[in-house]
């Protein structure tokens, strides 16, 4: 008996173009092996956001240099209510202004850490990295009476040898997923608008307590009028990572900074 095989040209093409993908697929991973995330169910991760259905946002500030900045925007939050944001400091400005630092303790504000020396940590050796946080960590231990437990590193620069030591350290790395741009002097109502047009249940809002960032306290009371009319609540960081579990964003395993990144964070 003879036997024939009809062939479905239309199944052929489809099944080709799946082998194809397939293929095309598996050379993608095998050649971004080094660039995959960082992040898995193991390993320590970078915070940008937290998810979240409470409309809460948290305000926070870097400061590594000047004297004339950090109590006006200490003042305007009094002001207006906000008894929960978050100053991340660097040791060596802390060192040289223990005064400031005292007066954002004083005033309820979470201190964390902002590094040691103002540098991208992922240049440096693992020996390096540890001894930069550590220094930092026992210079804000001292002028804080409080063991800071958050750190955002200078200039927003990190790989996956950073945040593992971080980690080890007993760290939980802090980014951010609004960027306000004071840093660059875009005038008051700019950075009112980006923030508050950014803004999202769970978010990280990046602002400036240093010298250079000259509209920050000026633009402080329009976000918080905009963000409370539309229902928002503040609160430390610490206290939006206990609101529920907090989840990553995919970097590759390199510095997580672009080379934009490397300059918006370094006040």
Do not use: C
């Not at 306000?180 to 803004?199: F, H, L, P």
């Not at 939006?240 to 907090?246: M, Y």
């Amino acid at each position: 008996m003879n036997m024939f095989y009809v062939i479905n040209g239309r199944k052929v093409k489809r099944y080709m173009l799946i082998f194809v993908a397939l293929l095309f697929a598996a050379g993608v991973v095998y050649a971004e092996k080094d660039n995959i995330t960082v992040f898995s169910m193991d390993q320590p991760a970078a915070i940008y956001s937290v998810p979240t259905e409470k409309k809460v946002v948290a305000l926070t500030f870097d400061i590594s240099w000047g004297d004339t900045r950090t109590e006006p925007i200490i003042k305007t939050l009094k002001e207006n209510g906000v008894n929960n944001a978050t100053f991340f400091v660097s040791s060596v400005w802390s060192k040289s202004h223990p005064e400031i630092v005292q007066k954002i303790v004083e005033a309820g504000y979470e201190i964390g850490s902002h590094g040691h020396k103002h540098e991208n940590y992922s240049k440096l050796s693992d020996e390096e990295i540890r001894n930069q946080i550590q220094t930092a960590h026992s210079i804000i231990s001292q002028v804080t009476g409080k063991n800071p437990d958050l750190i955002r590193l200078p200039n927003g620069d990190f790989d996956k040898r950073v945040l593992q030591i971080a980690s080890e350290l007993n760290y939980k790395v802090i980014q951010w997923d609004t960027d306000s741009m004071d840093w660059m002097n875009i005038g008051t109502e700019k950075i009112v608008e980006r923030v508050v047009s950014r803004a999202h249940p769970g978010d990280i809002i990046l602002l400036h307590a240093s010298d250079a960032a000259t509209h920050t306290h000026e633009a402080l009371p329009g976000i918080i009028e905009k963000l409370r009319s539309q229902g928002y609540e503040f609160v430390s960081v610490n206290q939006l990572i206990n609101q529920t579990e907090v989840s990553g964003k995919i970097v590759p395993d390199k510095s997580a900074a672009s080379p934009l990144d490397l300059n918006k964070n370094q006040f």
